[in-house]
């Protein structure tokens, strides 16, 4: 969430949205949270993907589904949205994070 917050505030402001810049800020965002993961995965027990939506807020909505199959023990899904609740932004951003085991338990014979 610090990362998305970085990105979009600056000295407490909120910065608009601009359809121009939003290449840059989604490889930022992402470019950021690989580098924070990668720290997680230094035994390299993970794999880690991430996706980043951002849109600009006009009242429309946004729907989106995730599916995976996988195992439910070791593998995970995070979704974090920016901003969580505030009506008052210009933009949303939404980053989905997957993390899949690399280790495959073997059954007991």
Same mark, same amino acid.
Request: charged residues 30%; proline residues 4%.
């Given at each position: /969430? ?10 407490? =402001? ?10 840059? #800020? ?5 470019? !950021? %949270? &690989? !580098? ?7 035994? =390299?027990?993970? !794999?880690?993907?991430?996706?980043? *939506?951002? /849109? ?9 589904? %995730?599916?995976?199959? #996988?195992? !439910? *023990?070791?593998?995970? $899904? @995070? @979704?974090? =949205? ?5 009506? +008052? *932004?210009?933009? $949303?951003?939404?980053?989905?994070? +997957?993390? %899949?085991? &690399?280790? $495959? ?5």
């Amino acid at each position: /969430m610090e990362i998305l917050r970085a990105e979009f505030k600056k000295n407490d =402001k909120d910065i608009p949205y601009d359809e121009s810049k939003v290449p840059t #800020w989604t490889n930022s965002i992402l470019e !950021k %949270t &690989m !580098k924070k993961l990668d720290k997680f995965g230094e035994e =390299k027990a993970y !794999k880690f993907a991430a996706t980043c *939506t951002i /849109m600009q807020r006009t009242g429309d909505g946004i729907h989106s589904a %995730t599916s995976c199959f #996988w195992d !439910k *023990t070791n593998d995970e $899904v @995070v @979704v974090v =949205k920016y901003p969580k609740t505030s009506k +008052f *932004t210009k933009m $949303v951003a939404i980053v989905t994070i +997957f993390a %899949t085991s &690399m280790y $495959v338990e073997q059954p007991e014979d």
